[in-house]
């Protein structure tokens, strides 16, 4: 598919409220079924780098920033989809075109629903355990390719 195909195209946003999760805190439902390849919601937010999100975040465990493709920036979440929860089988993905995150439904979602994505976590300090409750949880909100980056270091590495 090109790119002009895909463009953006919100159209359920106002369907979406945030409220307790079994998943984790806070989460996102929608109260209408979203059809399979809709554009959900954007991630919007201030656009910082990474450090100075380390700076304005040191003491804070609950953080809703997402790491943009150049690896170098995050978003730092201001609206609805920040309160999007990781699951390991998730409803949603997450996808970076020309600068703008964008929530998009991978699956016809029902009413009611718990929105959920893959957060695909890398480079992180912390032990980020999942608690999704998918048959296939893999456990960890670290991408696979990052918990076998780690497992060939082994436990003597350092973080950076
Ligand atoms: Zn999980």
């Known amino acids: 598919m090109s790119a002009a195909a895909n463009a953006p ?13 079994r998943i984790h805190s ?3 439902y929608t109260t209408a079924p979203i059809t399979e390849g809709t554009f959900i919601v954007q991630y919007t937010g201030e656009q910082i780098t990474c450090d100075e999100a380390n700076e304005r975040y ?16 995050v978003i730092d979440g201001d609206g609805v989809a920040a309160f999007i929860n990781h699951s390991c089988d998730p409803n949603c993905e997450s996808d970076e075109i020309d600068g703008q995150v964008w929530i998009i439904a991978v699956r016809d979602i029902e009413a009611g629903e718990e929105l959920t994505y893959d957060y695909c976590l890398y480079d992180g300090d912390d032990e980020s355990p999942c608690s999704c ?19 060939k270091e082994g436990p ?4 950076d």
Not at 9 to 21: A, G, N, Q, W
Request: hydrophobic share 20%; net charge negative; with cysteine.
């Open 26 to 28: 806070r989460g996102c």
């Open 133 to 151: 409750g998918a048959d296939r949880c893999r456990g960890t909100l670290y991408s696979d390719e990052e918990m076998e980056k780690r497992a």
């Open 58 to 73: 040191e003491d804070h465990p609950d953080t809703y920033l997402f790491g943009l493709d150049d690896g170098a920036h």
């Open 156 to 159: 003597g590495r350092k973080p």
């Open 9 to 21: 195209r919100p159209t359920s946003t106002m369907h979406l409220i945030v409220r307790s999760s």
